[in-house]
Protein backbone atom coordinates (compact mmCIF):
# COMPACT_ATOMS: atom_id res chain seq x y z
CA UNK A 1 0.00 0.00 0.00
CA UNK A 2 1.57 3.29 -0.82
CA UNK A 3 1.44 5.94 1.38
CA UNK A 4 -0.61 9.53 0.54
CA UNK A 5 2.40 12.77 1.10
CA UNK A 6 1.09 15.88 2.00
CA UNK A 7 3.54 18.59 0.74
CA UNK A 8 3.38 22.14 0.54
CA UNK A 9 0.88 22.89 -2.46
CA UNK A 10 -0.53 19.14 -3.12
CA UNK A 11 -1.85 16.09 -2.31
CA UNK A 12 0.72 13.46 -4.20
CA UNK A 13 -1.05 9.95 -5.35
CA UNK A 14 -4.77 10.82 -4.99
CA UNK A 15 -6.51 9.61 -7.91
CA UNK A 16 -10.17 9.98 -6.71
CA UNK A 17 -12.15 12.30 -4.39
CA UNK A 18 -15.31 10.50 -4.68
CA UNK A 19 -17.45 13.78 -3.71
CA UNK A 20 -15.58 16.31 -5.43
CA UNK A 21 -17.19 18.09 -8.71
CA UNK A 22 -14.57 17.02 -11.97
CA UNK A 23 -16.24 19.19 -13.79
CA UNK A 24 -17.96 18.52 -17.15
CA UNK A 25 -15.64 20.14 -19.72
CA UNK A 26 -13.09 17.14 -19.82
CA UNK A 27 -9.90 17.85 -21.83
CA UNK A 28 -9.28 15.22 -24.05
CA UNK A 29 -6.21 15.98 -26.14
CA UNK A 30 -3.76 19.22 -26.95
CA UNK A 31 -1.75 18.95 -30.22
CA UNK A 32 0.76 20.94 -30.82
CA UNK A 33 2.01 22.15 -34.18
CA UNK A 34 6.18 22.92 -35.19
CA UNK A 35 6.36 23.10 -38.32
CA UNK A 36 3.38 20.55 -39.22
CA UNK A 37 1.74 20.33 -42.07
CA UNK A 38 -1.63 19.92 -40.35
CA UNK A 39 -3.42 18.51 -36.77
CA UNK A 40 -5.61 16.42 -36.75
CA UNK A 41 -7.82 14.31 -34.29
CA UNK A 42 -9.17 10.91 -34.79
CA UNK A 43 -11.03 8.90 -32.82
CA UNK A 44 -9.37 6.41 -31.10
CA UNK A 45 -5.76 7.10 -31.89
CA UNK A 46 -3.53 8.37 -29.75
CA UNK A 47 -6.11 8.69 -26.50
CA UNK A 48 -8.62 10.98 -28.94
CA UNK A 49 -12.53 10.30 -28.24
CA UNK A 50 -15.07 11.66 -31.17
CA UNK A 51 -17.89 8.90 -30.43
CA UNK A 52 -20.85 9.21 -28.37
CA UNK A 53 -19.10 9.61 -25.35
CA UNK A 54 -19.62 13.30 -25.20
CA UNK A 55 -22.51 15.04 -26.64
CA UNK A 56 -20.59 18.12 -27.81
CA UNK A 57 -17.24 18.62 -28.54
CA UNK A 58 -15.14 21.77 -28.66
CA UNK A 59 -11.85 22.78 -30.24
CA UNK A 60 -10.27 25.46 -28.55
CA UNK A 61 -7.62 26.93 -31.19
CA UNK A 62 -4.89 29.00 -29.89
CA UNK A 63 -2.37 31.07 -31.92
CA UNK A 64 -1.90 29.01 -34.44
CA UNK A 65 0.71 30.75 -36.45
CA UNK A 66 1.39 30.22 -40.39
CA UNK A 67 4.61 29.34 -41.75
CA UNK A 68 3.13 31.65 -45.30
CA UNK A 69 1.60 35.06 -45.53
CA UNK A 70 -2.30 35.98 -46.57
CA UNK A 71 -3.28 32.36 -46.14
CA UNK A 72 -6.60 31.05 -44.78
CA UNK A 73 -7.14 28.50 -41.83
CA UNK A 74 -9.07 25.54 -42.53
CA UNK A 75 -10.76 22.57 -41.06
CA UNK A 76 -12.58 19.68 -42.35
CA UNK A 77 -14.23 15.97 -41.02
CA UNK A 78 -13.98 12.24 -41.60
CA UNK A 79 -16.43 9.40 -41.67
CA UNK A 80 -13.58 7.39 -41.88
CA UNK A 81 -11.22 7.88 -38.81
CA UNK A 82 -9.18 10.38 -41.30
CA UNK A 83 -8.52 8.16 -44.17
CA UNK A 84 -9.58 11.08 -46.17
CA UNK A 85 -11.58 14.33 -45.13
CA UNK A 86 -14.03 15.74 -47.52
CA UNK A 87 -17.18 15.69 -45.75
CA UNK A 88 -20.01 17.63 -47.84
CA UNK A 89 -20.42 20.83 -45.68
CA UNK A 90 -23.07 23.45 -46.08
CA UNK A 91 -22.53 26.53 -44.23
CA UNK A 92 -22.63 30.22 -43.52
CA UNK A 93 -20.04 32.95 -42.90
CA UNK A 94 -19.68 36.80 -41.42
CA UNK A 95 -16.73 38.65 -40.56
CA UNK A 96 -16.47 41.48 -38.71
CA UNK A 97 -13.33 43.72 -39.75
CA UNK A 98 -11.34 46.78 -38.68
CA UNK A 99 -8.05 47.94 -39.18
CA UNK A 100 -5.13 48.99 -37.15
CA UNK A 101 -5.49 52.36 -38.67
CA UNK A 102 -9.16 52.94 -37.99
CA UNK A 103 -10.08 52.16 -41.78
CA UNK A 104 -12.93 50.35 -43.00
CA UNK A 105 -14.49 48.55 -40.27
CA UNK A 106 -17.51 46.51 -41.35
CA UNK A 107 -19.62 43.68 -40.89
CA UNK A 108 -20.59 41.25 -43.65
CA UNK A 109 -21.43 38.50 -45.18
CA UNK A 110 -18.10 36.11 -47.21
CA UNK A 111 -19.33 34.55 -50.04
CA UNK A 112 -15.47 33.22 -50.55
CA UNK A 113 -16.22 31.53 -46.92
CA UNK A 114 -18.94 29.40 -47.13
CA UNK A 115 -19.69 25.81 -48.66
CA UNK A 116 -22.64 25.05 -50.54
CA UNK A 117 -22.60 20.85 -50.56
CA UNK A 118 -18.80 20.69 -51.02
CA UNK A 119 -16.36 18.52 -49.79
CA UNK A 120 -13.45 21.19 -49.65
CA UNK A 121 -12.05 22.89 -46.51
CA UNK A 122 -14.37 25.09 -44.08
CA UNK A 123 -12.54 28.12 -43.75
CA UNK A 124 -12.42 29.26 -40.12
CA UNK A 125 -10.06 32.51 -40.39
CA UNK A 126 -9.32 34.15 -43.61
CA UNK A 127 -5.87 36.52 -45.06
CA UNK A 128 -4.12 35.21 -41.93
CA UNK A 129 -0.31 37.33 -41.85
CA UNK A 130 2.44 35.30 -41.09
CA UNK A 131 4.43 38.02 -39.47
CA UNK A 132 6.36 37.30 -36.10
CA UNK A 133 3.10 38.27 -33.61
CA UNK A 134 0.50 37.40 -36.26
CA UNK A 135 -1.82 34.17 -35.29
CA UNK A 136 -5.35 32.38 -35.16
CA UNK A 137 -7.27 31.75 -32.36
CA UNK A 138 -10.90 30.23 -32.10
CA UNK A 139 -13.17 27.83 -30.30
CA UNK A 140 -15.09 25.42 -32.90
CA UNK A 141 -18.33 23.97 -31.40
CA UNK A 142 -19.55 20.26 -32.89
CA UNK A 143 -22.62 18.90 -31.88
CA UNK A 144 -23.19 15.58 -32.00
CA UNK A 145 -20.34 14.01 -34.26
CA UNK A 146 -21.79 10.35 -33.79
CA UNK A 147 -24.94 11.08 -34.71
CA UNK A 148 -26.58 8.56 -37.44
CA UNK A 149 -29.84 10.52 -37.61
CA UNK A 150 -28.78 14.11 -37.95
CA UNK A 151 -26.80 15.96 -40.05
CA UNK A 152 -23.57 17.33 -37.53
CA UNK A 153 -23.57 21.08 -37.04
CA UNK A 154 -20.81 23.43 -36.14
CA UNK A 155 -20.10 26.82 -35.07
CA UNK A 156 -16.90 29.11 -34.64
CA UNK A 157 -15.95 31.96 -33.27
CA UNK A 158 -12.52 32.85 -35.08
CA UNK A 159 -10.36 36.21 -34.23
CA UNK A 160 -7.12 36.31 -36.85
CA UNK A 161 -4.96 39.18 -37.21
CA UNK A 162 -4.87 39.58 -40.94
CA UNK A 163 -1.57 40.37 -43.16
CA UNK A 164 -2.35 43.78 -43.80
CA UNK A 165 -2.74 44.38 -39.59
CA UNK A 166 -6.47 44.21 -39.12
CA UNK A 167 -8.57 42.32 -36.38
CA UNK A 168 -11.09 40.28 -38.32
CA UNK A 169 -13.79 38.41 -36.35
CA UNK A 170 -15.19 35.44 -38.36
CA UNK A 171 -18.31 33.39 -37.61
CA UNK A 172 -18.33 30.14 -39.81
CA UNK A 173 -21.21 28.10 -39.22
CA UNK A 174 -22.85 25.16 -40.88
CA UNK A 175 -23.12 21.25 -40.61
CA UNK A 176 -21.42 18.24 -42.58
CA UNK A 177 -24.37 16.79 -44.64
CA UNK A 178 -24.05 13.12 -43.74
CA UNK A 179 -25.69 10.42 -41.16
CA UNK A 180 -22.67 9.05 -40.97
CA UNK A 181 -20.73 9.52 -37.94
CA UNK A 182 -18.14 11.83 -38.40
CA UNK A 183 -15.12 10.86 -36.32
CA UNK A 184 -11.99 12.77 -37.06
CA UNK A 185 -10.99 16.24 -37.93
CA UNK A 186 -8.02 17.86 -39.70
CA UNK A 187 -6.94 21.39 -39.38
CA UNK A 188 -4.38 23.05 -41.90
CA UNK A 189 -3.51 26.65 -43.14
CA UNK A 190 -4.82 26.77 -47.07
CA UNK A 191 -1.16 26.92 -48.20
CA UNK A 192 2.12 25.83 -45.99
CA UNK A 193 2.61 24.68 -42.70
CA UNK A 194 1.47 25.32 -39.13
CA UNK A 195 4.74 26.79 -38.26
CA UNK A 196 3.31 26.82 -34.46
CA UNK A 197 0.11 26.99 -32.16
CA UNK A 198 -2.03 24.80 -30.25
CA UNK A 199 -5.56 23.37 -30.40
CA UNK A 200 -6.97 21.60 -27.75
CA UNK A 201 -10.13 18.95 -27.68
CA UNK A 202 -12.71 19.01 -25.20
CA UNK A 203 -15.86 16.86 -24.36
CA UNK A 204 -18.30 18.04 -22.87
CA UNK A 205 -19.79 15.46 -20.24
CA UNK A 206 -22.87 13.61 -20.73
CA UNK A 207 -24.12 12.85 -17.19
CA UNK B 1 -16.79 19.57 13.41
CA UNK B 2 -16.28 16.32 11.28
CA UNK B 3 -12.98 14.95 10.63
CA UNK B 4 -11.82 14.25 6.87
CA UNK B 5 -9.53 11.80 6.39
CA UNK B 6 -6.99 10.88 3.53
CA UNK B 7 -6.63 6.79 2.60
CA UNK B 8 -4.74 5.36 0.28
CA UNK B 9 -6.20 6.64 -2.99
CA UNK B 10 -8.93 9.28 -2.36
CA UNK B 11 -10.40 11.50 -0.09
CA UNK B 12 -13.02 10.77 1.90
CA UNK B 13 -15.87 13.61 3.03
CA UNK B 14 -13.83 16.30 0.74
CA UNK B 15 -16.64 17.84 -0.89
CA UNK B 16 -15.15 21.15 -1.73
CA UNK B 17 -11.89 21.70 -3.54
CA UNK B 18 -9.61 24.34 -2.41
CA UNK B 19 -10.40 27.63 -4.17
CA UNK B 20 -7.05 27.66 -6.04
CA UNK B 21 -7.42 24.46 -8.02
CA UNK B 22 -8.81 24.98 -11.24
CA UNK B 23 -10.95 22.83 -13.25
CA UNK B 24 -14.56 22.23 -13.05
CA UNK B 25 -15.96 25.16 -15.33
CA UNK B 26 -19.15 23.31 -16.20
CA UNK B 27 -21.17 21.21 -13.93
CA UNK B 28 -24.01 19.71 -15.04
CA UNK B 29 -27.02 20.21 -13.01
CA UNK B 30 -29.91 18.83 -15.19
CA UNK B 31 -30.74 16.86 -18.76
CA UNK B 32 -33.95 16.54 -20.21
CA UNK B 33 -34.73 14.53 -23.30
CA UNK B 34 -37.51 15.37 -25.83
CA UNK B 35 -39.53 12.90 -27.11
CA UNK B 36 -42.65 14.69 -28.92
CA UNK B 37 -42.31 16.82 -25.94
CA UNK B 38 -44.88 20.33 -26.01
CA UNK B 39 -41.95 21.68 -24.30
CA UNK B 40 -39.28 21.52 -21.83
CA UNK B 41 -39.13 23.32 -18.33
CA UNK B 42 -36.01 23.81 -16.22
CA UNK B 43 -37.68 24.44 -13.13
CA UNK B 44 -35.17 23.64 -10.10
CA UNK B 45 -31.48 24.61 -9.29
CA UNK B 46 -31.40 28.35 -11.38
CA UNK B 47 -30.51 30.28 -8.29
CA UNK B 48 -27.63 32.07 -6.74
CA UNK B 49 -25.15 28.80 -7.09
CA UNK B 50 -23.98 29.69 -10.13
CA UNK B 51 -23.05 33.70 -11.67
CA UNK B 52 -23.73 32.02 -15.31
CA UNK B 53 -25.79 28.97 -16.90
CA UNK B 54 -25.60 27.36 -20.24
CA UNK B 55 -28.05 25.14 -21.68
CA UNK B 56 -26.96 23.09 -24.63
CA UNK B 57 -29.20 21.89 -26.90
CA UNK B 58 -28.24 19.41 -29.32
CA UNK B 59 -30.33 17.76 -32.51
CA UNK B 60 -34.00 19.47 -31.12
CA UNK B 61 -36.11 18.21 -34.17
CA UNK B 62 -39.36 19.85 -34.62
CA UNK B 63 -42.47 17.98 -35.21
CA UNK B 64 -43.73 20.57 -37.79
CA UNK B 65 -42.18 22.21 -40.64
CA UNK B 66 -41.17 25.78 -40.61
CA UNK B 67 -40.44 25.86 -36.79
CA UNK B 68 -39.27 28.65 -34.11
CA UNK B 69 -37.88 27.02 -31.77
CA UNK B 70 -37.77 29.77 -28.91
CA UNK B 71 -37.34 30.19 -24.86
CA UNK B 72 -38.69 31.98 -22.23
CA UNK B 73 -38.23 33.01 -18.54
CA UNK B 74 -40.16 32.96 -14.90
CA UNK B 75 -39.95 34.55 -12.16
CA UNK B 76 -41.92 32.79 -10.28
CA UNK B 77 -40.46 28.66 -10.75
CA UNK B 78 -42.52 28.19 -13.83
CA UNK B 79 -45.62 29.03 -12.99
CA UNK B 80 -46.03 31.90 -15.85
CA UNK B 81 -43.11 31.97 -18.28
CA UNK B 82 -43.82 35.64 -19.23
CA UNK B 83 -40.77 37.91 -18.22
CA UNK B 84 -41.09 41.24 -20.49
CA UNK B 85 -37.88 41.10 -22.87
CA UNK B 86 -35.80 43.38 -25.01
CA UNK B 87 -33.24 41.75 -27.62
CA UNK B 88 -31.73 41.86 -30.89
CA UNK B 89 -31.73 38.99 -33.27
CA UNK B 90 -29.55 38.47 -36.70
CA UNK B 91 -28.81 36.02 -38.57
CA UNK B 92 -26.81 34.40 -41.48
CA UNK B 93 -27.55 31.63 -43.59
CA UNK B 94 -26.58 29.82 -47.11
CA UNK B 95 -28.52 27.64 -49.39
CA UNK B 96 -27.76 23.86 -50.16
CA UNK B 97 -27.36 24.56 -54.05
CA UNK B 98 -25.51 28.06 -53.03
CA UNK B 99 -27.74 30.08 -54.99
CA UNK B 100 -28.70 32.92 -51.56
CA UNK B 101 -26.65 33.80 -48.32
CA UNK B 102 -27.01 36.28 -46.35
CA UNK B 103 -26.78 38.29 -43.18
CA UNK B 104 -29.20 40.78 -41.32
CA UNK B 105 -31.10 42.01 -38.63
CA UNK B 106 -34.13 40.40 -38.61
CA UNK B 107 -36.97 43.19 -36.92
CA UNK B 108 -39.78 40.11 -37.21
CA UNK B 109 -37.65 37.95 -34.40
CA UNK B 110 -36.69 40.93 -31.45
CA UNK B 111 -38.65 41.77 -28.67
CA UNK B 112 -39.11 44.78 -27.13
CA UNK B 113 -40.33 44.53 -23.83
CA UNK B 114 -42.40 41.67 -25.12
CA UNK B 115 -42.99 39.05 -22.70
CA UNK B 116 -43.39 36.31 -25.28
CA UNK B 117 -41.16 33.63 -26.08
CA UNK B 118 -37.69 34.94 -27.31
CA UNK B 119 -37.18 32.84 -30.85
CA UNK B 120 -33.89 31.28 -30.80
CA UNK B 121 -34.32 30.27 -34.83
CA UNK B 122 -36.60 30.51 -37.76
CA UNK B 123 -38.00 28.41 -40.53
CA UNK B 124 -36.50 25.18 -38.89
CA UNK B 125 -36.73 22.43 -41.20
CA UNK B 126 -38.48 19.02 -39.96
CA UNK B 127 -37.41 16.13 -42.16
CA UNK B 128 -35.87 13.35 -40.77
CA UNK B 129 -31.94 14.74 -40.83
CA UNK B 130 -32.46 18.03 -40.00
CA UNK B 131 -31.73 19.54 -36.57
CA UNK B 132 -31.19 22.83 -34.27
CA UNK B 133 -28.06 22.90 -32.22
CA UNK B 134 -27.08 25.52 -29.86
CA UNK B 135 -26.08 27.04 -26.76
CA UNK B 136 -28.43 29.98 -24.51
CA UNK B 137 -26.05 31.80 -22.15
CA UNK B 138 -27.84 32.80 -18.97
CA UNK B 139 -26.14 35.22 -16.49
CA UNK B 140 -26.74 36.12 -13.19
CA UNK B 141 -30.29 35.01 -13.37
CA UNK B 142 -30.88 35.14 -9.43
CA UNK B 143 -29.85 39.09 -8.99
CA UNK B 144 -32.42 41.22 -7.74
CA UNK B 145 -30.29 44.08 -8.77
CA UNK B 146 -29.79 44.03 -12.45
CA UNK B 147 -31.64 42.80 -15.39
CA UNK B 148 -30.95 39.25 -16.08
CA UNK B 149 -28.89 39.37 -19.97
CA UNK B 150 -29.03 36.35 -22.23
CA UNK B 151 -26.74 35.53 -25.60
CA UNK B 152 -27.66 32.77 -27.77
CA UNK B 153 -26.31 30.88 -30.81
CA UNK B 154 -28.02 28.70 -32.23
CA UNK B 155 -27.04 26.92 -36.08
CA UNK B 156 -29.50 24.62 -37.77
CA UNK B 157 -30.54 23.19 -40.99
CA UNK B 158 -33.75 25.60 -42.17
CA UNK B 159 -36.00 25.39 -44.91
CA UNK B 160 -35.88 28.04 -48.00
CA UNK B 161 -38.50 28.20 -50.41
CA UNK B 162 -36.91 27.91 -53.74
CA UNK B 163 -33.62 26.05 -52.51
CA UNK B 164 -35.41 23.52 -50.57
CA UNK B 165 -32.13 23.51 -47.80
CA UNK B 166 -30.24 26.22 -46.35
CA UNK B 167 -27.66 26.05 -43.31
CA UNK B 168 -28.38 29.10 -40.98
CA UNK B 169 -27.06 30.43 -37.84
CA UNK B 170 -28.59 32.90 -35.46
CA UNK B 171 -27.38 34.53 -33.03
CA UNK B 172 -29.70 36.35 -30.42
CA UNK B 173 -28.76 39.06 -27.25
CA UNK B 174 -31.39 40.61 -24.71
CA UNK B 175 -32.13 41.34 -21.15
CA UNK B 176 -34.84 39.99 -18.97
CA UNK B 177 -35.87 43.66 -17.67
CA UNK B 178 -36.69 42.44 -14.47
CA UNK B 179 -34.97 42.78 -10.91
CA UNK B 180 -37.01 39.64 -9.16
CA UNK B 181 -34.70 36.67 -9.64
CA UNK B 182 -35.47 34.44 -12.60
CA UNK B 183 -35.65 31.02 -11.56
CA UNK B 184 -37.09 28.58 -14.48
CA UNK B 185 -36.30 28.83 -18.02
CA UNK B 186 -38.73 26.89 -20.81
CA UNK B 187 -38.35 25.43 -24.37
CA UNK B 188 -40.75 25.00 -27.18
CA UNK B 189 -41.69 25.56 -30.43
CA UNK B 190 -44.32 28.03 -31.54
CA UNK B 191 -46.25 25.63 -32.85
CA UNK B 192 -45.85 21.50 -32.75
CA UNK B 193 -44.11 19.54 -30.47
CA UNK B 194 -40.50 18.77 -29.85
CA UNK B 195 -39.56 15.75 -31.82
CA UNK B 196 -36.92 14.78 -30.31
CA UNK B 197 -33.52 16.32 -28.73
CA UNK B 198 -31.35 16.94 -25.70
CA UNK B 199 -31.13 19.72 -23.38
CA UNK B 200 -28.81 20.29 -20.77
CA UNK B 201 -28.28 23.01 -17.93
CA UNK B 202 -25.20 23.56 -17.33
CA UNK B 203 -23.91 25.98 -13.96
CA UNK B 204 -20.42 27.96 -15.10
CA UNK B 205 -17.81 27.82 -11.75
Known sequence: ?207 | MSLNFANNNSLSAIDTKPSGLSGGALTLLSTQTASSSASISFTSGIDSTYKEYQFHYTDIHPANDDAYFQFNMSADSGSNYNVAKTSTFFRAFHTQTGGTSALGYLTDDDLAQGTGFQRLIEYGYNDATSSSSGILYLFDPSSTTFVKHFTAQTTYRRSYSSESHASAVIHVGGYGNTTSAIDAVQFKFASGNIDAGTIKMYGVS
Open chain 1, 1 to 207: MSIVKYNNNSISDITSGASLDSGNMTHIKTLTASSSSSLSFVDGSSDVVLDNTYPIYIFKIINCHPASNDISFQFQGSTDTGSSYGVTITSSHFRATHGEDGSSAALAYITGGDLAQSTSYQLLGGSIGSDADQSVSAELIVFNPSSTTFVKHFMANVQSIAHSNRSNNQYPAGYFNTTSAVDAFNFKFSSGNIDSGTIKLYGIKDS
